[in-house]
């Protein structure tokens, strides 16, 4: 059958200019009048027929007419001005159009294709090019957070090369990989952070059912698009853009001076009925700095974090073409040094090339190449090399009274119980280099049918990825010295050692990503036509996708797509679409799946009582529309390249374990043996959601106020149980394990809005503002609660990742208070209560805080509500925008340095300092000084709320001042424009959280926060 297929396209393609009418053919290309991009879905109809066509994604059209003399070309797109033109016996017409005061964003790229928003039922974001060029940031994923509604953006880490954020659309509809699939140019492609913003030409997030069902099995977590940017029919044109920011970390823990650290450790030891840590004496050594070596005061933050670095970007691109050939081609590098002081090694840098080519070869016939490749490189510290943990936990987390940097004679100083001083470790720690490559590549061919029958296509894709990574550590050790004053004697710890190669690999050390190719074909029909009031688009495709990554068996995946549009008189339009796929993963009778989804749309606008009535100068454009669909998800949970990822795969195949030392018969002899391992699940399959959404979109007064609003829901089951979720509701007289079941179940729902509002006040300034809120709340119906389970306790019932914690209440201020509250002495490792310690929620009241007490509460790490604001406005050749982020109802877990006094590395924050006592009784910041680290928080699987960060926060995200020179004065210099701007990122951050960043979700901030930039560049257009 495939053969056939196959055959049958050649023989198109073969015989097609046997075909050519007689026809008089015209074309062009269509542009916007002031920035000469080329604009997509422009409508081009013969005037006074209903014969016509749209532009495609480089802005070219093409008509047949039977009377080029007499015939008129209109040409219409929204948001911009109509025009008429004569045709005259012309054959080749280009357009610009100029834009009128509604929106400019009217068509959407979708799914295996593009339509204009007008026709759109789905519910779909989108966000330009533009918008992401200047931000100072090192990766794309950092620039979507407040600007795209219904995606929340966490960024956990900050470290240099390592910072890439995660993106969920409309939240969490699994327990599983929530993660949506990324899509560039028509491929499936691993991630998107790190391509250049200047080869962007938009973004869209598809969301719901309708407009990400054609991906089937993998659709369920939303789609996010990229279309990069294209040549135009026009001389070569050419913009470099020259960017230099200055960076420095965010919300660095401070640790409290020698002296407050061991006063507070006098503090505890009291708590304990044990002797002063410190004696006076050395109390007041501490506090005057009279004696630093066997008294040292060190601010190892000061002296490992730097105070400032920098990053750089650079780029060239150069577009232009004729009607056989366009060409976009661009260059450009980013730069970003490490906060790290003694250490010149640590930096990220990425080189992007990327080239696209259009080749029109014939009438009908048309070839496009697409080229992406990046290099990226990044080196840090040895002892650092899996991340920012060793160095930069380590210089909040060690204490600073125990020993200097270096001893009187130089050596570095360190004592008997910690040997890695800080400062050794950086400048003697050896260097880690890593170096990976991508290669994408995309080869589409389309060819017009039109002699079959008009509006019909052929078109063909082929694509190869290529993505390798391999990393050196070369190490050594140190010798450090604990100094004795009175001896005047040393004590060495360690030794040194010169430098040395320590290893080097693509794969084994599961860092690295070593080999991963993966080979995409995609075969179809697309079909577009106007008959009168009656608009129809069509779509068939089939498709097969091989993935190789290192030694593990292949990855692939393969179906079939089709989508079906129908539109009447732009005022009712109708929408199916459907995907059939399949991958590896799943047993052969039921390894295929049918997702079709369907969607309805009324442009209330188009109809005769608003269009013709005196409510068209107020109601713009207002459209309702609606959907529902089935959608699925593949994706396992883990790191694709590391060995437990794989484990997980192929559930439905039993597998065996090897046994030794088993004993039968008379005497002692042992022999192997093999067992049945875990049983397997032989109907496991894949994630359903189903979804529906329903929204409206909405402009007034030609773009004074527009809307945007949608609700939606998703019901997902079959979600996977893993192996370990398994154990904990099987009971112990089954005597087996089972691998990873189909039992899950959760629903989503929530809604978005977008508002916006532009107005233009005389010839010289203009303003906007727009803003966006997100809200999205799951609720687990089922999953793997073990029988016994307090109902309040279960997972099922509340949203994911909400934790079952006992409820503080407040700290206990007097033994009065303690006496005439519940006894709290049931608590997991509780022994003893006094004034200072935490008061918990009796939740049941049955008179004892106990294990019944703890109840699932507060939110998981995943924020239900994000939002953004955006202001601008443009004043002759000066512009200016600002951008506020913020987010809500999220937390994540603190502990250990973060949370308690004299945790781990034996150190205190402010915090600590501001202790209860009956003093303070009232304003205190933390609880009484204990002697155990945690004071009375219960101790083993539930903590308690006292130790929970908030995520809610509010971020100035990003701030721009830009002036573009008078064209009278570039253009004697023969240039078209030329823009210098000032920015930042991540400038002010007003937060409940008052600590650390409050995206951090590493239980002991771990991980470096997000990155401040101020940012200075120049944009020059030739």
């Known amino acids: 059958m495939k053969k056939q297929i196959i055959t049958w396209f050649l023989c198109l393609f073969a015989i097609a200019p046997l075909f050519a009418q007689n026809k008089h053919i015209v074309k062009g290309v269509v542009k916007d009048a002031g920035t000469q991009e080329p604009l997509i879905g422009v409508s081009v109809i013969l ?3 209903t014969q016509g066509t749209v532009t495609d994604t480089d802005g070219q059209y093409r008509i047949e007419l039977a009377s080029p003399r007499e015939a008129t070309l209109q040409f219409s797109y929204i948001g911009y001005s109509n025009r008429e033109i004569p045709v005259e016996g012309r054959s080749e017409i280009d357009v610009n159009l100029s834009e009128n005061a509604q929106l400019i964003d009217e068509v959407v790229v979708v799914g295996y294709g593009i339509q204009k928003k007008e026709s759109v039922v789905g519910s779909i974001s989108s966000i330009g090019g533009k918008e992401l060029v200047n931000i100072p940031v090192s990766n794309i994923t950092q620039s979507l957070a407040g600007r795209i509604a219904g995606v929340q953006i966490v960024q956990p880490s900050g470290e240099v090369g390592k910072d890439e954020a995660e993106i969920y659309v409309r939240g969490l509809g699994t327990f599983n990989n929530a993660s949506p699939i ?38 369920a977590n939303g789609v996010i698009i990229v279309t990069t940017k294209r040549g135009t029919t026009n001389k070569p044109s050419v913009s470099v853009s020259i960017q230099g920011a200055i960076t420095q970390p965010t919300r660095i823990p401070k640790p409290l001076n020698a002296y407050q650290s061991a006063a507070l450790k006098n503090v505890h030891a009291y708590n304990q009925a044990t002797n002063d840590a410190y004696p006076a004496l050395a109390l007041l050594q ?32 150069v577009n232009g073409g004729t009607e056989k050939v366009k060409y976009f081609i661009s260059g450009g590098f980013l730069t970003q040094d490490g906060f790290y002081n003694y250490d010149d090694n640590t930096r990220f840098s990425r080189y992007n090339f990327r080239s696209n080519l259009d080749f029109n070869l014939t009438k009908r016939l048309s070839i496009s190449f697409n080229l992406g490749s990046r290099i990226e490189k990044r080196t ?19 204490s600073g009274r125990k020993y200097p940097v270096y001893n009187p004679d130089g050596s570095f100083a360190s004592d008997g119980d910690e040997y890695n001083n800080n400062v050794a470790q950086l400048l003697n720690a050896g260097t880690y280099k890593s170096t990976k490559s991508v290669v994408e590549m995309g080869l589409n061919i389309r060819h017009q049918l039109d002699f079959i029958t008009p509006g019909l296509a052929a078109r063909g894709q082929l694509a190869f990825d290529n993505t390798g990574e391999n990393a050196a550590l070369w190490n050594k050790s140190y010798a450090t010295y604990e100094y004795n004053l009175t001896k005047d004697t040393y004590k060495q710890h360690g030794e040194d050692s010169p430098l040395k190669f320590d290893w080097s690999d693509g794969w084994e050390n599961s860092r690295q990503q070593g080999l991963d190719q993966n080979i995409y074909l995609e075969l179809g029909l697309e079909y577009e036509r106007t008959f009168g009031q009656h608009s129809v688009t069509g779509l068939f495709l089939t498709n097969r996708s091989d993935r190789t990554i290192s030694v593990f068996i292949n990855q692939a995946s393969q179906g079939l797509v089709g989508r079906l549009t129908y539109d009447y008189d732009k005022r009712y339009f109708a929408e199916m679409n459907i995907g059939y796929n399949g991958s590896e993963n799943f047993p052969k009778e039921s390894r295929y799946g049918i997702f079709p989804a369907f969607a309805l749309g009324w442009m209330l606008s188009n109809e005769a009582f608003i269009r013709d009535t005196g409510l068209a100068t107020l109601i713009t454009a207002f459209k309702i529309r609606g959907s529902v669909g089935w959608v699925g998800n593949d994706k396992l949970t883990g790191n694709i390249y590391e060995s437990a990822y794989h484990d997980q795969r192929f559930i439905y195949l039993q597998n065996y374990d090897n046994l030794s030392g088993i004993q039968t018969g008379i005497g002692d002899t042992q022999l192997q043996a093999i067992r049945q391992g875990s049983i397997a699940n032989a109907n496991v ?32 089951d079959n979600i996977l149980i893993d192996a370990s979720g398994m154990e904990s509701i099987t009971p112990a007289y089954v005597g087996a394990s089972f691998k990873a079941a189909n039992l899950g179940i959760v629903e989503n729902s929530g809604f978005e809005i977008e508002l916006s509002h532009r107005k233009k006040i005389g010839a010289d300034f203009s303003y906007f503002a727009k803003g966006n809120l997100s809200f999205a709340k799951n609720k687990i119906l089922r999953r793997n609660d073990p029988e016994g389970l307090l109902p309040y306790q279960r997972q099922a019932g509340y949203p994911i990742g909400v934790q079952n914690l006992y409820q503080a209440i407040g700290i206990f201020q007097s033994y009065e208070e303690i006496y005439n509250s519940p006894s709290q002495l049931e608590l997991p490792g509780n022994t003893e209560v006094k004034p200072g310690d935490l008061k918990f929620l009796d939740f049941n009241n049955d008179g004892v805080i106990d294990e019944a ?39 994540f877990n603190k502990n250990w340095e973060i949370m308690w006094h004299f945790s781990n590395n034996d150190n205190v924050f402010e915090k600590h300092w501001y202790y209860w006592s009956p003093e303070l009784s009232g304003n205190e910041q933390y609880v009484r000084m204990y002697g155990s680290y945690t004071n009375n928080e219960p101790q083993g699987a539930n903590g308690s709320t006292y130790k929970m960060g908030s995520g809610n926060y509010l971020r100035l995200k990003s701030a721009e001042i830009g002036y573009t020179l008078p064209q009278a004065l570039t253009r004697k210099v023969y240039l078209s424009t030329v823009r210098f701007y000032a920015n930042g990122s991540n400038l002010f951050l007003w937060a409940k959280e008052p600590y650390i960043d409050p995206d951090n979700r590493d239980e002991r901030g771990g991980l470096m926060p997000q990155t401040r930039a101020i940012n200075f560049g120049v944009n020059i257009n030739f």
């Open 685 to 716: 399959s894949w994630e359903v959601a189903r979804k529906s959404n329903i929204g409206f979109d909405a402009e007034f007064r030609n773009g004074l106020l527009g809307v945007t609003m949608d609700y939606f829901y998703e019901y997902r």
């Open 286 to 317: 501490y506090r005057t700095h009279a004696s630093p070596y066997m008294y040292p005061d060190v601010d190892w933050v000061d002296l490992v974090m730097k105070d400032h670095s920098t990053m750089q970007q650079y780029n060239v691109n």
């Open 47 to 49: 005037k006074g027929s």
């Open 853 to 891: 007490d703890a109840f699932r509460q507060g939110y998981g790490t995943v924020p239900e509500i994000q939002y953004g604001i955006n202001l601008g406005a443009n004043y002759k050749g000066f512009d200016f925008n600002v951008l506020f982020q913020g987010s809500g109802r999220s937390q």
């Open 182 to 219: 990324y899509i560039v140019d028509g491929i499936e492609r691993r991630n998107i952070a790190q391509i250049d913003p200047n080869e962007i030409q938009s973004i869209n997030v598809l969301k719901d059912a309708s407009a990400t069902a054609v991906y089937g099995i993998r659709g």
């Open 380 to 398: 840090f510290p040895g002892t650092a090399w899996y991340g920012s943990w060793p160095v930069y936990r380590a210089a909040f987390a060690a």
